[in-house]
């Protein structure tokens, strides 16, 4: 192939090439345009580098040259033809003169060939589609990753495209998902449980003290004196169940509450009917009226949220007792399996004052399970618009769910839970924590602090590449970091209909034919009350879904009588 260009200058990991005048194929042929690989031969390797810049200002004085490019070096082609090696980084630098030729489809292929049995096929370069796009599974998990994308771009399927790929690479990971909008229940078919307020289990006491404040305020500041309350009877709470149980075991040894050394968040049973006796106690003591409202209202409090039916997933058997971690851990996060590595919390239907702190025990549990287990089971824990959770501003959000989540972020990777970061805002997210996650799959991004907080993040020398994120075409991708041999721009392969996320079918703005009349308004509202009321509504179909013993697992939210379910879910939480 007739060489199109020369090196004119080096400067550290940027070259600039003159474009020969001589060149027969002319500059259409070429296509010597941005975003471009081109190979630079060198005495010893054939150099890889990406077009950034064209231009035919500032040319040299002669009339070799036509126009000339920027380029980035980005690593080199190393051996002969039958044994050729690609590796990043640049060790032989190019001279002056070294001819420059648009990169051959083999040279590509050696690039990006998979280097080891545990690559995913995730899609096509834009450049060449006949050339595979892989990513490193170990390299991706075990250094945390993050999918970046305005709405509408394709990255609800590029996720479940990511996510199914690495099922199948990686059989026995578990996956933990919170999946905000209910959109992934049909993603992966029956690898995966999915969960919603119907059919789980969370028991009130395995809420730290933060927490359960959050849950018992509605997410606003505490009361401090009742606060001092709460905090002085959940240990002695705690005390207490243990006592019965252990009153059963010893005959009628008792043992003093107060001797055993429960603290506010140590995660054993206990029951609220004993934490409101002890209010009750406490407040019979009192003389002082105006002492004794207090305790009044927060027993009031406890007992309001106790008896709210949007709660049940709390505050079932709350009186009864029954340690049941150990069922609840297994039940989550899929130990065992039981051909269902992966879990799909769907979030949009749980009330919006405790989603943050439900999201905040998952977190720290899943945290803690793996830091206490010593990382024998990895799991991915998947974070769907994180900027919710992890906001940027500390006024923003739950304290403790963006501490949970920076945990993971910082030192889950030693006990085997490795985190991945959805976000359509990458801006808003947690600086520190986005820093930790070494593969950035970038997708359109038209804001201009999305983009700025992507330069700082990627340290590659190919950061020119970010200056195509703007005019991304959907699914179109551009791949930083660890998990990929270079950053690549390319294309994620079409998803299967049944892996595809309710998002990319969305409701369409033209109504139906048949047209709404009051039974479908009398059907809605009856969904409605059915959220916050004890009875069942007779055309409520997820009735059936209510699991009749702790261990059948019910389906996921369905639409029925032509309602969609995400846009009549209920109690979504409003972007703050």
């Given at each position: 192939?007739?060489s199109?260009?020369?090196?004119?200058?080096?400067?550290?990991?940027?070259?600039?090439?003159?474009?020969?005048?001589?060149?027969?194929?002319?500059?259409s042929?070429?296509?010597?345009?941005?975003?471009?690989?081109?190979?630079?031969?060198?005495?010893?390797?054939?150099?890889?580098?990406?077009?950034?810049?064209?231009?035919?200002?500032?040319?040299?004085?002669?009339?070799?040259?036509?126009?000339?490019?920027?380029?980035?070096?980005?690593?080199?082609?190393?051996?002969?033809?039958?044994r050729?090696?690609?590796?990043?980084?640049?060790?032989?630098?190019?001279?002056?003169g070294?001819?420059?030729?648009?990169?051959?489809?083999?040279?590509?292929?050696?690039?990006?060939?998979p280097?080891?049995?545990?690559?995913?096929?995730?899609?096509?370069?834009?450049?060449?589609p006949?050339?595979?796009?892989?990513?490193?599974?170990?390299?991706?998990?075990s250094?945390?990753?993050?999918v970046?994308?305005?709405?509408?771009?394709?990255?609800?399927?590029?996720?479940?495209?990511?996510?199914?790929?690495?099922?199948?690479a990686?059989?026995?990971?578990?996956?933990?998902?919170?999946?905000?909008?209910?959109?992934?229940?049909?993603?992966?078919?029956?690898?995966?449980?999915?969960?919603?307020?119907?059919?789980?289990?969370?028991?009130?006491?395995?809420?730290?003290?933060?927490?359960?404040?959050?849950?018992?305020?509605?997410?606003?500041?505490?009361?401090?004196?009742?606060?001092?309350?709460?905090?002085?009877?959940?240990?002695?709470?705690?005390?207490?169940?243990?006592?019965?149980?252990?009153?059963?075991?010893?005959?009628?040894?008792?043992?003093?509450?107060?001797?055993?050394?429960?603290?506010?968040?140590?995660?054993?049973?206990?029951?609220?009917?004993?934490?409101?006796?002890?209010?009750?106690?406490?407040?019979?003591?009192?003389?002082?009226?105006?002492?004794?409202?207090?305790?009044?209202?927060?027993?009031?409090?406890?007992?309001?949220?106790?008896?709210?039916?949007?709660?049940?997933?709390?505050?079932?058997?709350?009186?009864?007792?029954?340690?049941?971690?150990?069922?609840?851990?297994?039940?989550?996060?899929?130990?065992?399996?039981?051909?269902?590595?992966?879990?799909?919390?769907?979030?949009?239907g749980?009330?919006?004052?405790?989603?943050?702190?439900?999201?905040?025990?998952?977190?720290?549990?899943?945290?803690?399970?793996?830091?206490?287990?010593?990382?024998?089971?990895?799991?991915?824990?998947?974070?769907?618009?994180?900027?919710?959770?992890?906001?940027?501003?500390?006024?923003?959000?739950?304290?403790?769910?963006?501490?949970?989540?920076?945990?993971i972020?910082?030192?889950?990777?030693?006990?085997?839970?490795?985190?991945g970061?959805i976000t359509?805002?990458?801006?808003?997210?947690?600086?520190?924590?986005?820093?930790?996650?070494?593969?950035?799959?970038?997708?359109?991004?038209?804001?201009?602090?999305?983009?700025?907080?992507?330069?700082?993040?990627?340290?590659?020398?190919?950061?020119?590449?970010?200056?195509?994120?703007?005019?991304?075409?959907?699914?179109?991708?551009?791949?930083?970091?660890?998990?990929?041999?270079?950053?690549?721009?390319?294309?994620?392969?079409?998803?299967?209909i049944?892996?595809?996320?309710?998002?990319?079918?969305?409701?369409s703005?033209?109504?139906?034919?048949?047209?709404h009349?009051?039974?479908?308004?009398?059907?809605?509202?009856?969904?409605?009350?059915?959220?916050?009321?004890?009875?069942?509504?007779?055309?409520?179909?997820?009735?059936?879904?209510?699991?009749?013993?702790?261990?059948?697992?019910?389906?996921?939210?369905?639409?029925?009588?032509?309602?969609?379910?995400?846009?009549?879910?209920?109690?979504?939480?409003?972007?703050?």
């Amino acid at each position: 192939m007739t060489s199109f260009g020369r090196v004119i200058s080096v400067r550290g990991s940027l070259a600039r090439v003159g474009l020969l005048a001589a060149n027969q194929m002319g500059l259409s042929a070429v296509r010597a345009t941005v975003g471009r690989f081109v190979s630079i031969r060198c005495a010893n390797s054939t150099l890889v580098a990406m077009i950034t810049e064209v231009s035919c200002e500032n040319l040299p004085a002669s009339d070799e040259y036509i126009a000339s490019a920027s380029v980035d070096l980005l690593g080199e082609i190393f051996g002969g033809p039958e044994r050729t090696k690609f590796q990043r980084g640049v060790t032989n630098y190019p001279t002056i003169g070294d001819t420059v030729d648009l990169i051959t489809n083999q040279e590509l292929r050696t690039v990006y060939a998979p280097t080891g049995s545990d690559q995913i096929h995730i899609g096509t370069l834009q450049q060449d589609p006949s050339v595979l796009a892989y990513v490193d599974v170990e390299e991706m998990l075990s250094k945390h990753f993050a999918v970046l994308g305005s709405t509408g771009v394709g990255k609800s399927t590029g996720v479940s495209l990511l996510l199914n790929e690495i099922l199948q690479a990686r059989p026995n990971l578990r996956v933990f998902l919170l999946d905000v909008h209910n959109e992934y229940g049909r993603c992966f078919g029956d690898r995966a449980l999915v969960l919603n307020p119907r059919n789980l289990k969370l028991p009130f006491w395995l809420f730290n003290f933060e927490e359960i404040v959050d849950v018992l305020f509605a997410g606003r500041p505490g009361v401090p004196e009742e606060l001092d309350i709460l905090a002085e009877v959940i240990p002695m709470a705690k005390g207490i169940y243990t006592q019965y149980q252990n009153a059963d075991r010893l005959g009628l040894k008792r043992i003093d509450p107060k001797t055993i050394a429960y603290t506010v968040d140590t995660p054993v049973p206990f029951r609220l009917v004993d934490l409101i006796s002890l209010i009750d106690e406490r407040m019979g003591k009192l003389e002082n009226r105006s002492s004794r409202i207090i305790y009044h209202k927060l027993i009031s409090r406890i007992e309001t949220v106790r008896n709210d039916p949007r709660y049940a997933f709390m505050f079932d058997n709350a009186n009864v007792g029954g340690d049941t971690m150990a069922e609840v851990i297994s039940y989550l996060f899929r130990l065992p399996a039981n051909g269902k590595p992966m879990t799909i919390m769907q979030l949009a239907g749980f009330p919006a004052e405790v989603v943050d702190s439900v999201v905040s025990v998952l977190c720290r549990m899943a945290f803690d399970f793996g830091l206490w287990s010593d990382g024998a089971s990895p799991l991915l824990f998947v974070c769907e618009e994180a900027h919710r959770y992890a906001s940027a501003d500390r006024n923003i959000g739950f304290g403790p769910t963006r501490k949970a989540i920076s945990r993971i972020a910082k030192e889950g990777r030693k006990y085997g839970v490795y985190l991945g970061l959805i976000t359509q805002r990458p801006a808003e997210l947690d600086a520190t924590i986005i820093s930790q996650c070494n593969t950035l799959f970038a997708m359109r991004l038209a804001n201009d602090r999305d983009q700025a907080l992507l330069r700082s993040a990627v340290s590659d020398a190919a950061a020119n590449l970010l200056s195509f994120v703007p005019s991304l075409g959907t699914r179109e991708v551009l791949a930083f970091g660890e998990g990929v041999a270079l950053p690549t721009r390319l294309r994620f392969k079409e998803v299967p209909i049944h892996q595809l996320p309710r998002s990319d079918s969305a409701t369409s703005t033209i109504p139906s034919a048949a047209g709404h009349d009051t039974h479908f308004v009398s059907a809605v509202l009856e969904r409605w009350r059915g959220a916050t009321s004890h009875r069942d509504v007779p055309n409520d179909p997820s009735i059936n879904e209510r699991p009749a013993a702790r261990t059948i697992e019910a389906p996921m939210l369905q639409p029925s009588l032509g309602l969609d379910p995400d846009r009549f879910s209920l109690l979504k939480k409003p972007l703050r």
